[in-house]
C-alpha cells in the first residue's frame, strides 16, 4: 500500500461514517442502495470505496480507493490502493462499478470514464452517486448558503475539521450539473434520477455498449 494522497480525507476518515449520517440524516445508505439495485449481479467494483460503507447486497467487491487512513475501515476483503483515473484492472474485468460521492473528488472525470468503459465488461452498467446542487435557481441559491453554515458547523462539532467541511461546501459547485456532463463520452446515460432535500442527490447509470 502506498501513502495516502488526499490530506483531507486522510485527516476525517475515522469520523466520515458519523458525519455522513448526520448530514444525510441518516438517509445516505438508502441513496446509494437505489443505485446498487440497477447494477447486475457478478464482481462489482467500488471505486472510491472509502471505509467501505455501500451495502452491495450480496455481489463480491473489490474496493479502491487512494486513501490509505480509509481503506484500512472497510470490512471488504479485497481492497486496491489506486485512483480512478488508471485503475488497475484488465479489460473486461467487472460486472459492475459503483461510485459513491466520489465525482467531485477526481482529478479527471473524463480519464475515470474512460477507465470504468475499459474495465466493464460490454453490455455492463456503472452507477454513480454524488452530491450536486438543486436544479432549481432559486432553490440553489439557499442550498449554498445551507450548506456554508451547516458543514462547517457539523465538522467542527463531530470532527474538529471545519476546513475539510468547508471544502465539501466549495465542492458542490465545482461541476456542471449532470444532467449535462454524463453527455458525449463512450458510457451511455440511460437514466439520471434525483433524491434528498431539494433534490441535491443524484443518480446516474451508465450503460457500456454490448459491442
Ligand atoms: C466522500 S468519500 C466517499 C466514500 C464512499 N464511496 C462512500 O460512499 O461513503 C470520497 C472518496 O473518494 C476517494 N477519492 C478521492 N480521489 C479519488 C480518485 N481520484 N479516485 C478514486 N477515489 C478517490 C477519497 O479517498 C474518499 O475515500
Given amino acids: 500500500m502506498s501513502e495516502a494522497s488526499d490530506p483531507i480525507f486522510a485527516r476525517i476518515a475515522a469520523r466520515y461514517d458519523l458525519i455522513n449520517r448526520v448530514l444525510s440524516l441518516g438517509q445516505e445508505r438508502r441513496w446509494r442502495s437505489l443505485g446498487i439495485d ?14 467501505g460503507a455501500t451495502d452491495f447486497a450480496g455481489r463480491t467487491v473489490v474496493g479502491l480507493d ?3 487512513e480509509m481503506l484500512v475501515l472497510s470490512p471488504v ?13 484488465r479489460d473486461g474485468a467487472v460486472d459492475g462499478v459503483f461510485s459513491g460521492f466520489v465525482f467531485r473528488n477526481l482529478t479527471s472525470i473524463p480519464e475515470t470514464l474512460e477507465e470504468i468503459e475499459r474495465v466493464l465488461r460490454p453490455g455492463a452498467a456503472a452507477v ?6 438543486p436544479r ?7 442550498h449554498r448558503i445551507g450548506t456554508a453554515v451547516i458543514l462547517p458547523l457539523v465538522g467542527l462539532v463531530f470532527a474538529r475539521a471545519p476546513k475539510e467541511y468547508w471544502y465539501l461546501h466549495r465542492s458542490l459547485d465545482s461541476l456542471p450539473p449532470p444532467e449535462q456532463f454524463f ?4 458510457l451511455i446515460p440511460e437514466r439520471i434520477w434525483r433524491m434528498g432535500l431539494f433534490g441535491f442527490v443524484y443518480g446516474v447509470r451508465l450503460r457500456k455498449p454490448a459491442s
Wanted: net charge neutral; proline share 6%; aromatic share 4%.
Fill in 38 to 51: 440497477m447494477l447486475s449481479p457478478g464482481t462489482v467494483l467500488d471505486l472510491g470505496c472509502g471505509t
Fill in 66 to 68: 487512494p486513501v490509505i
Fill in 77 to 89: 476483503r479485497d481492497r486496491v490502493v489506486g485512483v480512478g483515473e488508471a485503475l488497475p484492472f
Fill in 128 to 133: 454513480v452517486v454524488d452530491l450536486a446542487r
Fill in 136 to 142: 432549481n435557481v432559486l432553490l440553489r441559491f439557499v
Fill in 183 to 186: 453527455q458525449g463520452h463512450t
